[in-house]
């Protein structure tokens, strides 16, 4: 059985890959490779807010020492995929007097313990379209879920909703949707928010979210620990609990990063 699951594991991770390798080079070029981030200190992404607070300010810290976590190959495929499907979408939206790919921006106030602004912090995000439709402005964000998660019901997350609920309280947008691509049928899942308080509720939370983060971040205190599925997926899982008992955590995770993730490739310094 063990041998089994192995195989299995191995085959998950090295199709992907290969298919990959044979795109066109045109498309894994432009597509496929890294693409440096060269942000700023302040900025935060409302994805990354939304899902855990502490491996923003995790990155954060090990970005400011000059790290980044390293892609491995096969998981290049699922930008890949979101992009050409983001692409696809915003153009026909485009197409139909809407606008795609619209980025906003929100700023934080950072106050000190006496509530008085000291620093700020950015929050950005990018919509994937805006539309009009019987003369109604309406917006919608494109996302990929699979078979069983449509059928389940469980594609549609939190924090999908807190999203785009953000995004349409910016905008001021009241009718608002996610469209799945599934590898069944396409679903669209709409919400109406007239009263605003859904929006007004992911807004408040988001913000004070980033505010939180933000101030973890510049004070070297880490948020407190989710534990989610998602989990799993990230690159800190098997050290993020040691974290918590460590009076000086920033100092801490450099030293494990140093020690533990580099050697394993998992992390390398920026060139
Ligand atoms: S392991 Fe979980 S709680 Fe810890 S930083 Fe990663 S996502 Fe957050």
């Known amino acids: 059985m063990e041998e089994l699951k192995k195989k299995a594991e191995t085959f998950r991770r090295s199709v992907p890959h290969k298919r990959l390798k044979e795109f066109p080079e045109i498309i894994y070029k432009d597509i496929v490779k890294d693409k440096p981030h060269k942000g700023l200190s302040n900025e935060l992404y409302v994805t990354y807010i939304i899902d855990c607070p502490r491996k923003v300010v995790l990155m954060k810290w090990l970005e400011d020492e000059g790290y980044e976590e390293v892609q491995e190959e096969y998981k290049k ?10 692409d696809y ?6 197409n139909h ?4 790919q619209v980025s906003v921006m929100v700023i934080v106030p950072v106050t000190n313990e006496k509530g008085k602004p000291e620093d700020v912090a950015l929050i950005r995000g990018r919509i994937d379209a805006i539309y009009k439709e019987n003369e109604q402005w309406k917006l919608v964000d494109f996302k990929t879920a699979n078979e069983k998660k449509l059928f389940e019901g469980t594609h549609v997350t939190d ?10 309280k910016i905008m001021n947008i009241e009718e608002f949707g996610l469209f799945f691509a599934t590898n069944a049928a396409p679903a669209y899942e709409k919400f109406t928010d007239e009263s605003g308080v859904l929006r007004t509720y992911a807004y408040d939370k988001i913000v004070e ?13 880490l ?22 008992s460590s009076t000086d955590p920033r100092a801490e995770v450099i030293k494990i990063v140093k020690e533990k993730l580099e050697p394993f490739g998992k992390f390398k310094k920026k060139e």
């Open 209 to 221: 979210r980033a505010h939180e983060i933000y101030k973890a971040y510049k004070e070297g205190y």
């Open 97 to 100: 007097g809407g606008h795609s």
């Open 159 to 168: 924090k999908y909703v807190a999203q785009i609920s953000f995004y349409s």
């Open 223 to 244: 948020p407190s620990e989710k534990r989610e599925e998602s989990c799993n997926y990230c690159p800190f899982r098997e050290v993020c609990h040691r974290l918590v």
């Open 89 to 94: 979408l915003s153009n026909l939206f485009e």
């Open 77 to 86: 495929w699922y930008p890949y995929r979101g992009n050409v499907w983001d």
